[in-house]
């Protein structure tokens, strides 16, 4: 696996909650969003400031923040849709508000990357089409935020 840039805000390691930053010994790992969700996270890098990069991100989050901070992100989900940015189905990029605002809940300094791979395998149209969703995430992700 190839090293992000040495200026990114994440952690080498996820050693402590990503949402309030214990150490507890009751935690869950977790290593399902991709590099677009820092951008909704506490100082993430926005989806166009990954560059030609795909990957996952790796936290902890304790025991306690797993049962009241999971619960709270459905309470503040939204539906947003970007009409221009089109997923691989050809339908309009919706946001995925779960993940958006379990993802706002994360202090990117505690969370790791867990998968880096460069985009220089795929072909210019779909690192475009990468690209050009990231373009839209970003734009759904500061339309979320500004709705809150």
Not at 55 to 81: K, M, P, Y
Request: charge should be negative; charged fraction near 30%; include cysteine.
């Amino acid at each position: 696996m190839e090293t992000p840039p040495d200026d990114w805000p994440y952690a080498d390691e996820p050693t402590a909650c990503a949402v309030c930053g214990t150490d507890d010994d009751r935690h869950i790992t977790v290593e399902s969003l991709g590099l677009v969700w820092g951008g909704a996270m506490d100082g993430g890098l926005p989806p166009t400031d990954v560059g030609d990069y795909s990957g996952t991100f790796e936290f902890r989050v304790c025991h306690d923040c797993w049962l009241s901070e999971s619960i709270n992100a459905l309470e503040e989900a939204q539906t947003l849709v970007a009409r221009e940015g089109r997923g691989r189905s050809g339908r309009p990029l919706a946001l995925d508000n779960e993940k958006t605002a379990a993802a706002a809940k994360l202090d990117a300094e505690r969370v790791a990357i867990a998968t880096f791979r460069p985009l220089e395998f795929r072909s210019d149209p779909e690192r475009e089409h990468v690209r050009s969703q990231d373009e839209a995430v970003e734009s759904l992700l500061e339309a979320w935020f500004a709705c809150e």
